[in-house]
């Protein structure tokens, strides 16, 4: 007789939490054999102009976004009809 495994879903809920990641990658490691290389035709350094780095995202980009007076408008009609609920 074959013994059988039968799959499960993770235990992942909406809000992430670190200490199952950690105690799942924990046990992957443990009882799987995982692949420690890239499958075949993956890049091993990704390079172009839109790759960014934490060092230097925030200079390649205006993260400020100016709000036009249709979009106050909007926000605001939006805020009074949640506030009337």
Partial sequence: MVASTISQQADINYMPDHDKYLARSK???ETEELAMHLPEGFPT????DLV????TIAD???WNYQLSTGDISEIDGALRYFQCM
Avoid: E, F
């Fill in 60 to 62: 390649r980009y205006d």
């Fill in 27 to 29: 046990r992957r490691q």
């Fill in 52 to 55: 960014w780095d934490a060092r």
């Fill in 45 to 48: 350094q990704l390079s172009g």
